[in-house]
Structure formats: structure tokens, C-alpha cells
């Protein structure tokens, strides 16, 4: 398998990471196995949290990597914000990890702006994994989140971090557009390494794994982390990993086009329906549904198992208060339109925009639906 270089951390990386949250699902026993394919492939990262399971995905990871520690990037997460909670999680980790030295320590899910205020204050968990990096207890100090990146992008502006991690995947690009625009290019110019999670977009993309994998190792990150919890899901990541070709532009925007996830529903913020004659903003007021539920509930029929994921996944990140605050503020929203529809004939993705608007304004403006 492929190896890139983490950033300016000097630590070598394969594509593939292989992350623990799934391990919390199967014996440790499967666990090793799984451990030991990856291994066998090449791939030398594994990632897991203080939290998933309490600890329990650090104990199972240890156990199967046995005596084979040194051989691998090894990378725990650890959510306290306060300098005393984070040496009690990070002196947790290492006896559960059964090691001296974590590779990576990532502030775990750093997504609001309480997280932020807490990590920029006198004696907070950042002053502790520096000192913790001084001493050889951390190699690395990354910042980890998801949904909307402005509260982990002011962390790094503020602070030297070595790493960050986020998704990246061809549905949220559309939600969390900044994640790509903005974070991304600002970390790099920091010299920041950068790991990519939820390349299937929590499950969603489920129909479209070839794709997304290769959609989101084409974006510029070093390295694409992936759970699994059985040995025929690793192999086919490892399988689609080991035959990557990065994606051109063109094929990008093909993928906009014919991905079965995107739909007539899902607006690509190409910006092609403006101008509106009533100057409504209609794509900045399709990104706050985007941040709102993932432009995830549209109110359409859809089979049991779409539906499902649907509603698992629409409030996963908590950027609802964002989402209404901000169309709050906007001075021409839906309730301007005049039904024209211009823009309707202008979009590419044949999106039902006026209706797509009314249903907008009933989730963040308590609007009725029609
Ligand atoms: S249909 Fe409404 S939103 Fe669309 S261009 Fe006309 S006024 Fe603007
Ligand atoms: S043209 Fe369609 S896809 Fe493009 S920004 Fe407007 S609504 Fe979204």
C-alpha cells in the first residue's frame, strides 16, 4: 500500500488507516485478524478514541497488535477539554494501548464553540499535550471534528497544531463546502498533515463505495481512515485502496451529476439559478439546510433501509443552531419569491427549487408546510 508523509510531522502514513470505532461491534478475536490483514497489506495506521466503548476499542487494539506496537502509527483521540482531564485520559489511553508513546493525539470532535473557548483558556487540555509532546508521550497534536469547520478552524488559527482530521466526501462537499475551501487549504498552508474520515459519509454513500473512496483519497489529504467490522469490508477497502487513481476534475463533476445521493434534490452550489430577480440567495440558503439536516430530509418516499440512514444521519453533527441563526439574519428569504421561476429553468441538477425553498423555510424559519 501507498505511504504519504503526514504533513511536517515526519511520520510516514499509508492511505488506508484503519480506525477503531467498528471494533467496538466483533470479538477480539476478529479484531486481531482484521489487525493482522491490515497489516499484512501494508497499511501501518490505526486509530481509535478514549471513547469509543470507554476504552474498550484501545484494549481490543492493543491486544491484537501484540508484540507488533513499533510497526505501527498508533493514534488515540481524547475529548476532555481541561488540562486535568486530559492527562487522566491520555494516562488512560497509553495503559490501554499498552505503550509509552501515542504517534498522534487528536482533540476528539472539536464542533462548537464552547469546545473552542475551553481549549483557548488558561490550563486547558492543550496546555497539558504540549507538555505531553515535550516530554515524547505524543508525537503529534491534531484537532478532530465534524459538520461545520469554523469553531476547529479557529482553534488552528490560534494555536500550532501538526494534524487535523475531518469527512470528506462528494455529499457533505455540498453541506459543509468550507471543510474544502476554506479549512483544508488553510491547514495545508500551515503545513499540517491531514487525515480524511467518513469517505462513505457515515454509511450513506453505501450504494457508491468505489466512488467515494476515490473521490475523497483525490481531495488533498495525506491519508483516508475507514472502519470495518468484517474481514470481506477491509478487503474490499484495502482492494480499492491498493488500485487508487486520483479523479480528475471532469470526473468530479460527472460524479455531481450522476450520483444516485445527490439526485434532484441535493443543491451543488454552483450558483447557476442567480441572479434571482427578488435577490433571494437561494444557494447560501440551501448550504443552511446543508448544515442544518445534510439536505437529508426532502420529503420524498424512500425504501426502508434510505429512510433509516436518513434519519440517523440528518442531526449527526449538531449545526442546527448555526443553520437557523444564520437564516435568521438574511434580509430576502423564501417568503420573497414570486414563484417566476427563472431559477428553476437556469439549474442544471433539475432541482425543484421553489418547493425545495418552501420546505427550507419550514425547517429553519418555522415555516408551514405546504
Ligand atoms: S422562483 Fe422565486 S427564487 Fe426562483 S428566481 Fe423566481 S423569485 Fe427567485
Ligand atoms: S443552480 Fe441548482 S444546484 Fe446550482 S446553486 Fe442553484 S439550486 Fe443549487
Known amino acids: 500500500m501507498k505511504k504519504r508523509m503526514l504533513g511536517k510531522t515526519g511520520i510516514k502514513v499509508s492511505l488506508l488507516g484503519l480506525g477503531g470505532f467498528h471494533m467496538l461491534e466483533i470479538s477480539k478475536n476478529l479484531v486481531s485478524k482484521l489487525v493482522g490483514i491490515y497489516l499484512d497489506h501494508g497499511g501501518n495506521y490505526i486509530e481509535t478514541a478514549a471513547e469509543y466503548g470507554d476504552g474498550e476499542s484501545e484494549k481490543k487494539i492493543s491486544y491484537a497488535l501484540g508484540n507488533h506496537r513499533n510497526e505501527v502509527v498508533l493514534v488515540s483521540k481524547c475529548h476532555a477539554r481541561d488540562q486535568e482531564g486530559a492527562k487522566k485520559f491520555v494516562e488512560r489511553t497509553l495503559k490501554n494501548l499498552q505503550t509509552d508513546h501515542l504517534d498522534v493525539l487528536f482533540l476528539h470532535h472539536v464542533t462548537k464553540r464552547e469546545d473552542v473557548d475551553a481549549l483557548l483558556k488558561r490550563s486547558s487540555a492543550l496546555d497539558y499535550l504540549f507538555e505531553a509532546k515535550k516530554k515524547g508521550m505524543i508525537r503529534a497534536i491534531g484537532v478532530s471534528f465534524h459538520g461545520l469547520p469554523d469553531y476547529a478552524l479557529e482553534l488552528l488559527k490560534a494555536q500550532d497544531l501538526d494534524v487535523a482530521m475531518t469527512g470528506f466526501n462528494y455529499y457533505d462537499r455540498f453541506n459543509f463546502p468550507s471543510t474544502f475551501e476554506n479549512f483544508l487549504p488553510y491547514a495545508r498552508s500551515k503545513g499540517m498533515g491531514i487525515v480524511g474520515m467518513k469517505a462513505v459519509a457515515d454509511g450513506y ?27 470481506e469490508m477491509l478487503l474490499k477497502d484495502i482492494a480499492i485502496v491498493e ?33 434571482c430577480p427578488e435577490g433571494i440567495d437561494i444557494p447560501k440558503i440551501f448550504l443552511y439546510e446543508g448544515w442544518y439536516d445534510r439536505q437529508m430530509r426532502d420529503y420524498k418516499p ?29 434580509t430576502k428569504n423564501v417568503t420573497n419569491c414570486t414563484n417566476c421561476g427563472l431559477c428553476e429553468e437556469r439549474c442544471p441538477y433539475d432541482l425543484q427549487i421553489v418547493d425545495k425553498l418552501q420546505l427550507v423555510h419550514f425547517k429553519l424559519g418555522n415555516g408551514e408546510i405546504f
Open 205 to 231: 454513500l453505501y450504494r457508491s463505495v468505489e466512488d467515494a473512496f476515490r473521490y475523497a483519497l483525490s481531495q488533498d489529504i495525506d491519508i483516508m481512515v475507514a472502519g470495518a467490522n468484517s474481514e
Open 243 to 275: 488500485n487508487f487513481k486520483p479523479m480528475s476534475e471532469k470526473s468530479m463533476e460527472n460524479l455531481y451529476f450522476r450520483a444516485p445521493e445527490l439526485g434532484n434534490y441535493v443543491c451543488r452550489q454552483c450558483n447557476k439559478c442567480l441572479p
Open 302 to 330: 424512500h425504501e426502508a433501509p434510505d429512510y433509516a440512514l436518513r434519519e440517523r444521519l440528518a442531526f449527526w453533527f449538531g449545526n442546527q443552531n448555526e443553520a437557523v441563526t444564520a437564516y435568521k439574519k438574511l
